[in-house]
């Protein structure tokens, strides 16, 4: 099985505040089955379904749903209740200027604001209708906040646009693509992460924080009921820290294509970008133009499928190196040590035979989702 995986410098943004408080964080590791010793290298990288239980686990210690990193804290239970107040909302736009008044409540989180630009002009007033929504070329979510003030604010910031989105895709039940993000603060030392994260090309130093989007999908129906929100809290934050396959992205559909190849039986032969084409039912030079506007492109996605799999495969101690290199689609041994080395600064087996934390290996990703 393949999933996310995690850098270490996240896991190291999330327990900072929980430092701060003078919380010991060592317990809080040992609970996410996360090595304390992963923490201090820089390429370590961990599985998602560990650090949405870290995250989890900071949240109960901190008892605040921002993790100790903003200037006040987020009681435990406001982002259900936030939940509910969108639930009863026609459409995403209504949801999302509903939860931007909810958190407008409380002191001391972050600004946030929903506007629409092109024909309908900037969102406002109590409920308005599906079709002043639909007149707009573009719709943006930003943070008008200046996070920058505070330790670990890259993190917050990203944390919040992330969030936003997901919890916007779950909404209406299809994942919403991003024309592109912008954050205020300077490019990070791990800026390459970001387009894999939101799906979109991302730029640096903006004026303020802000994802933007095609203002249709602000005329989008709410498709979901008190129960799925219920469903979706029990799993959270895991659901909101993944990307959802929707199938709406071609980013999703190709990385599901190989995720797929991987776990077919035998050694894996992982298709060529122009077999996935076809079977996108596109042609080859379409495929990449949609990749690029999204982010990525075949060739990254590939590596990141393999390099996943080659973590989830080691921290779970099972399956022999050789055996593990023909199935990722690697002719020779070598080949894989060098891509290995290439991910994680270290080799195969190095990786294997690190500490293993308190309940099992340190590290091993989930077997999910994109």
């Excluded at 060592?26 to 992963?38: G, Y």
């Excluded at 686990?57 to 969108?86: N, Y």
């Excluded at 919403?176 to 390459?192: N, V």
């Excluded at 002719?331 to 294997?352: I, K, L, N, Q």
Aim: charged share 25%.
């Amino acid at each position: 099985m393949t999933g996310p995986t995690i850098a270490v410098h996240h896991v190291r943004a999330v327990l900072s505040g929980a430092r701060r408080a003078g919380v010991d964080t060592v317990p809080l590791l040992q609970a996410a089955r996360i090595s304390p010793l992963l923490i201090g290298d820089e390429r370590a990288r961990i599985g998602a379904d560990r650090f949405a239980r870290l995250v989890k686990e900071v949240q109960r210690a901190t008892g605040d749903e921002f993790l100790g990193l903003g200037p006040l804290p987020s009681r435990r239970g406001t982002f259900a209740m936030m939940g509910l107040a969108c639930l009863g909302c026609p459409d995403l736009g209504t949801a999302l200027e509903r939860a931007v008044r909810f958190y407008g409540l409380f002191p001391g989180g972050p600004e946030m604001a929903v506007t629409a630009e092109g024909g309908a002009g900037a969102r406002s007033g109590p409920d308005p209708g599906p079709g002043a929504a639909s007149a707009a070329l573009s719709a943006e979510f930003s943070i008008r906040t200046d996070l920058r003030p505070y330790p670990e604010a890259t993190f917050l910031a990203e944390s919040v646009m992330i969030i936003w989105h997901r919890l916007s895709s779950w909404l209406v039940g299809r994942r919403i693509p991003l024309r592109h993000a912008r954050f205020a603060h300077p490019a990070p030392a791990h800026a390459h992460e970001y387009e894999l994260l939101f799906g979109c090309a991302v730029r640096f130093g903006a004026p303020r924080t802000a994802a933007v989007f095609d203002a249709r999908w602000l005329a989008a129906p709410v498709v979901r009921d008190e129960a799925a929100l219920t469903a979706m809290l029990r799993r959270a934050p895991a659901d909101l820290l993944s990307r959802r396959e929707y199938g709406t992205t071609v980013t999703e559909r190709v990385r599901r294509t190989l995720v797929l190849a991987l776990r077919a039986a035998g050694p894996a032969r992982l298709p060529e970008a122009a077999e996935v084409a076809a079977r996108l039912a596109v042609s080859p030079a379409t495929l990449r133009r949609r990749l690029q506007e999204e982010g990525t492109s075949y060739r990254r996605l590939k590596d990141a499928v393999r390099r996943d799999a080659a973590i989830s495969s080691l921290a779970a101690g099972r399956e022999p190196i050789a055996e593990l290199a023909a199935r990722l689609g690697f002719s020779e041994d070598t080949a894989f040590h060098r891509a290995f080395r290439r991910w994680t600064g270290t080799t195969p087996g190095a990786y294997r035979l690190r500490p293993r934390a308190a309940g099992g290996p340190a590290g091993a990703p989930p077997g999910q989702q994109s």
